[in-house]
């Protein structure tokens, strides 16, 4: 069963308005993390936002912030004032407990295109 | 620059054969994750040491190994490789937060 859904393949926004990137989680545990990883053409993939299950306000960092909503699994990234450098794709992750350790669960992603 | 490392960036192989690749995690994280990420399975969790000590197993093949060495860099090997292997690998390094902070990633062709 798909853990982390991503429904939208793929997304235009226009330059300096904000966009919402959608993400619903699937898990039994309590105890959970959630990401937003930005994975631009050249490869890397870089740390956007972190949300752990037992916070109570919605994190924030710069122009990204996680509008987390536990009741309905959902946890959307919302990018302020978008910019041209922001067209890349975007993953949604979950890590949970797995034996010993945790695993991270990923996404399908959504690639973002800012439009000019 | 995340800080973690791999080596090589590159690697075009042929069938059957055996690679190691490596990862040097950011000074002082413990924990070293590995990830592939290819155009049909998407991003999948490999298998994640801590310390030296394998700690959670996601989609590895019985033909992968990894291993964290006591300088706490890894190492993970792929032997008898198929077409499908061709993918990007990453690690990931991981402190006390919860942030994992991802290498650049070896890209590996079977051939």
């Known amino acids: 069963a798909q853990k982390i859904t991503q429904t939208q393949p793929g997304m235009f926004v226009q330059e300096k308005e904000a966009v919402t990137l959608d993400c619903t989680y699937d898990t039994s545990d309590q105890s959970y993390g959630l990401f937003w990883y930005k994975q631009p053409s050249s490869g890397e993939m870089i740390f956007l936002i972190y949300q752990g299950s037992y916070d109570e306000q919605n994190a924030t960092e710069g122009r990204y912030s996680l509008n987390f909503q536990k009741a309905r699994k959902s946890a959307n990234l919302v990018i302020s004032a978008s910019q041209l450098g922001d067209s890349a794709m975007y993953f949604c992750?979950?890590?949970?407990?797995?034996?010993?350790?945790?695993?991270?669960?990923f996404g399908a992603g959504t690639r973002l295109f800012v439009k000019a | 620059d995340s800080g973690v490392t791999q080596t090589p960036k590159h690697l075009i192989t042929a069938t059957g054969q055996r690679v190691t690749l490596r990862c040097s995690p950011r000074?002082?994280?413990?924990?070293v994750y590995w990830y592939q990420q290819s155009l049909d399975q998407g991003l999948q969790f490999l298998i994640q040491y801590y310390n030296g000590e394998e700690r959670a197993k996601g989609n590895i093949l019985e033909r992968f190994s990894a291993q964290q060495f006591p300088d706490l860099h890894s190492e993970l090997n792929l032997s008898s490789l198929e077409l499908g292997d061709s993918a990007l690998y990453f690690c990931?390094?991981?402190?006390?937060?919860?942030?994992?902070?991802f290498g650049p990633g070896t890209r590996l062709l079977v051939l």
């Open positions: 992750a979950m890590r949970e407990r797995n034996t010993g350790g945790f695993k991270t669960i």
């Open positions: 000074s002082g994280d413990l924990s």
């Open positions: 990931a390094s991981k402190g006390s937060q919860e942030t994992q902070y």
